[in-house]
């Protein structure tokens, strides 16, 4: 099965896809070339390619089983209104979209697009699990994941504190130290899916995919 994990930071949501299948053939793109070498060390045997996810999904995409899109969520965030109070306004970034609705028309595989659930009424409808939303191709189930992810609060600073809930939650508190690039390190680990909900994802869309393979097969 050949997956494509785009925006891939350092694999928050791909960090156990091989307890699902282990014969998976993954292909990450990230444009941080500080975390895509740390996406390699931590996951050796993926392919990662130093690039825009955003294009690579066009020239790409019927390479693919399976594609995993997570793109930048900040201008989508509920905190652009109290940048917007402080005089930092900006659009909101229609690069999600394109990717929904490309993927929507044309990629004949399974699909999901993750996102923060935004400040304003999403443009098209998605599925709303914890603090993200979900546009994909099939049915996801109501829990994705059992495990409490730390708290934060957009109103108040990010302490040391819940920077270092974050690490530990995705258990990346060592690989996040060496990391030498100039992205916020807090920063980084907030916007990682809950691997339990990544494997869960994966799992739905593998059975989706071998109920459709039996279909197949018992029609010859």
């Given at each position: 099965m050949k997956i494509l994990n785009l925006y891939a930071c350092l694999g928050g949501n791909r960090y156990k896809w091989n307890e699902v299948k282990e014969d998976i053939e993954?292909?990450?793109v990230e444009l941080d070339a500080e975390l895509a070498?740390?996406?390699?060390?931590?996951?050796?045997?993926d392919k990662v390619i130093v690039a825009d996810a955003h294009q690579y999904l066009l020239d790409n995409y019927s390479d693919y089983d399976f594609i995993w899109s997570s793109p930048p969520c900040p201008t989508h965030s509920v905190?652009?209104?109290?940048l917007n109070a402080q005089g930092i306004v900006r659009f909101p970034d229609m690069k999600l979209y394109e990717e929904i609705i490309f993927?929507?028309?044309?990629?004949?595989?399974?699909?999901?697009?993750?996102?923060?659930?935004?400040?304003?009424?999403?443009?098209?409808?998605a599925k709303k699990r914890g603090r993200h939303l979900y546009w994909n191709n099939?049915?996801?189930?109501?829990?994705l994941s059992t495990r409490v992810a730390p708290n934060m609060n957009c109103n108040k600073n990010i302490t040391s504190k819940v920077i270092s809930g974050f690490l530990e939650y995705h258990e990346i508190t060592?690989?996040?130290?060496?990391?030498?690039g100039k992205q916020d390190k807090g920063k980084i680990a907030?916007?990682?899916v809950d691997y339990e909900a990544?494997?869960?994802?994966?799992?739905?869309?593998?059975?989706?995919?071998r109920k459709q393979d039996i279909k197949q097969t018992e029609l010859f």
């Open positions: 993954v292909t990450a070498r740390m996406y390699q060390e931590r996951f050796p045997n905190t652009n209104h109290f993927l929507q028309t044309f990629f004949k595989g399974k699909y999901v697009v993750e996102n923060v659930i935004p400040y304003y009424e999403p443009l098209i409808s099939f049915n996801l189930p109501n829990i060592s690989i996040v130290k060496g990391y030498k907030r916007n990682l990544g494997k869960t994802i994966l799992e739905t869309a593998l059975g989706i995919i």
